[in-house]
């Protein structure tokens, strides 16, 4: 059975998108995304929807990631490390927190550890909501 992520973004302005990801009804971690632009490739959030997924290897990270199979218009959406919306091209970060004072995530390689641990390697949907 594969697992049901469930991102809830819940602040959004035009330098980041930030929200919470559940696995299986389980609050597991901080997101944070650029902002919304229409949907253009590397530099915007993903539009609000379900899409499917599965952990596959990345060439450019050198490991395995969760990736999103069926973004309209658009490829290689990951879930991986990283702070800031420059750490980003289009992908959703991962994060154990969230910063006060600036759009940031911190402890992200624990968090993507605690999301690939979750995954098991198995197949994936996620519901984007929010924002």
Not at 53 to 70: H, I, M, N, T, Y
Request: charged share 25%.
């Amino acid at each position: 059975m594969s697992a049901r992520l469930v991102l809830i973004r819940d602040t959004q302005d035009e330098y980041a998108t930030l929200g919470r990801l559940s696995v299986d009804g389980n609050a597991l971690c901080h997101t944070l995304e650029r902002p919304w632009m229409d949907n253009r490739r590397r530099i915007s959030c993903i539009p609000a929807g379900v899409y499917n997924g599965a952990v596959q290897p990345s060439p450019r990270f050198k490991r395995d990631l969760p990736e999103l199979l069926d973004v309209p218009d658009r490829d290689q959406i990951l879930f991986h490390t990283g702070n800031t919306v420059h750490d980003t091209e289009g992908c959703i970060l991962v994060g154990l927190e969230r910063a006060d004072y600036e759009p940031r995530i911190l402890q992200s390689r624990a968090a993507l550890s605690a999301l690939l641990a979750a995954l098991g390697g198995e197949p994936f949907t996620l519901e984007v909501r929010g924002a």
